[in-house]
């Protein structure tokens, strides 16, 4: 049971590019979020998405997309990258939306706008 | 609305010392409340939650939090430090009961360090 996972690592990317951060889960869970961290300033919700084909804002949506296909992946796409998007990128995801239920982090993914 | 305040973004004791990190939070509805724990260059970890069973929840690796409601305070305490607890640690507050919410609201984090 590997939880779940991320990838990439650590990506540097030039201004205007774009990419795909992936994150899976093996868990069977049907919600899953999106969050970046920035120094000193705890985790911030990108998106989230409540099972397969349904996805909604956060708190800082702007500058990303996200899709869910399945409900073990859900990938989130910066299209044009710019250096306020550096940031450390982390992946969670819970059995259901009860206020009591914990979240389970990825590793993250630490991403670098030049 | 709910919010999270942690006093100190960064904390430091010797190793055998108390621990105490400081966590206030806002809520209109009663709160679950969740500290989790970052190593360096890791994802985040639970350590422990409260859900209305116990005010005082005990969590892995000797931490506890005491949820007191008339201080709006979930503190979190180790008796003694080990240099393994140096991390970042964060509160969380969730809305309660009923229907689903199922976002976390986090705090900024406080930073702590043991010295030997």
């Known amino acids: 049971n590997a939880g779940v996972t991320q990838t990439p690592k650590f990506r540097i990317l030039k201004i205007g590019q774009s990419m795909t951060l992936q994150c899976t889960q093996d868990m069977n869970h049907n919600y899953m979020y999106w969050y970046r961290q920035d120094p000193g300033m705890g985790l911030k919700l990108i998106y989230y998405s409540v099972g397969a084909g349904i996805t909604d804002k956060g708190e800082v949506p702007n500058g990303y997309n996200v899709s869910r296909s399945t409900t073990e992946d859900f990938p989130l796409r910066l299209e044009l990258a710019a250096p306020s998007q550096t940031s450390v990128y982390f992946c969670?995801?819970?059995?259901?939306?009860?206020?009591?239920?914990?979240?389970?982090f990825g590793p993250g993914t630490r991403l670098t706008v030049l | 609305a709910q919010s999270v305040t942690q006093l100190g973004s960064h904390v430091s004791v010797s190793e055998g010392a108390l621990v105490l990190l400081r966590c206030n939070y806002s809520?209109?509805?009663?709160?679950?409340l969740f500290w989790y724990v970052q190593y360096p260059n890791q994802g985040l970890q639970l350590l422990l939650k409260y859900t209305s069973a116990a005010t005082l929840v005990k969590g892995i690796n000797g931490f506890e939090a005491e949820f007191k409601k008339s201080e709006t305070s979930f503190h979190l305490t180790k008796p003694s430090a080990h240099m393994s607890d140096a991390a970042e640690y964060f509160c969380?507050?969730?809305?309660?009961?009923?229907?689903?919410?199922?976002?976390?609201?986090f705090g900024k984090g406080t930073l702590l360090t043991v010295n030997p």
């Open positions: 969670a995801s819970s059995p259901s939306g009860r206020s009591y239920n914990e979240q389970f």
């Open positions: 969380a507050v969730s809305a309660s009961s009923g229907g689903s919410n199922y976002k976390l609201t």
């Open positions: 809520s209109s509805v009663p709160p679950y």
